[in-house]
């Protein structure tokens, strides 16, 4: 089966952006050590990032026919998506939220999450290693149904 993993804005400046909060690693650091972890697992992975909010639906209603689960870090659409949250509903797919930061640590007005109410599970404050949590949680979760 294949797992979207979707991130949002700003993500493609990971490993310079604020190192000390989000980590030293690229976003394609980290698509390799999940495309790499899920084949462990016998999955596959749609590794994808966007700056565009309707990009990101147009994304996650496509995974509807493609895709067996959603891994997504919204970034800072998170805390203000209601087009991201009727999508997720939409794509009737288990949802899991990962951040890299723990959000509830943070300003104020990241603790709100607009992915949360429609996520299986949520993953957050253990950086690069939250995306590999995420694909050993889906994969049991693909197991079960
Ligand atoms: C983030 C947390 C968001 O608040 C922020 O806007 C991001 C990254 C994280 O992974 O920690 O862009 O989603």
């Known amino acids: 089966p294949e797992?979207?993993?979707?991130n949002g804005p700003n993500l493609n400046m990971l490993g310079t952006r604020e190192p000390e909060v989000y980590g030293a690693e690229t976003?394609?650091?980290i698509e390799a050590m999940c495309a790499e972890h899920a084949a462990a697992l016998d999955l596959s992975v749609?590794?994808?990032q966007s700056n565009f909010e309707?990009?990101?639906?147009t994304i996650i209603q496509q995974a509807r026919d493609?895709?067996?689960g959603i891994i997504i870090n919204a970034g800072a659409y998170t805390h203000t998506s209601v087009a991201i949250h009727d999508a997720l509903r939409v794509a009737e797919l288990p949802v899991i939220?990962?951040?890299l930061s723990n959000i509830h640590r943070r300003e104020e007005f990241r603790h709100h999450s607009y992915i949360s109410a429609v996520a299986e599970g949520i993953i957050v404050g253990l950086g690069s290693q939250g995306y590999t949590?995420?694909?050993?949680?889906?994969?049991?979760?693909?197991?079960?149904?």
């Open 97 to 99: 939220e990962v951040h």
């Open 133 to 145: 949590l995420a694909l050993d949680a889906m994969a049991r979760l693909l197991d079960r149904n």
């Open 27 to 29: 976003l394609d650091d």
């Open 46 to 48: 749609d590794f994808r």
């Open 3 to 6: 797992i979207l993993i979707l």
């Open 54 to 57: 309707g990009e990101m639906v």
């Open 66 to 68: 493609n895709a067996a």
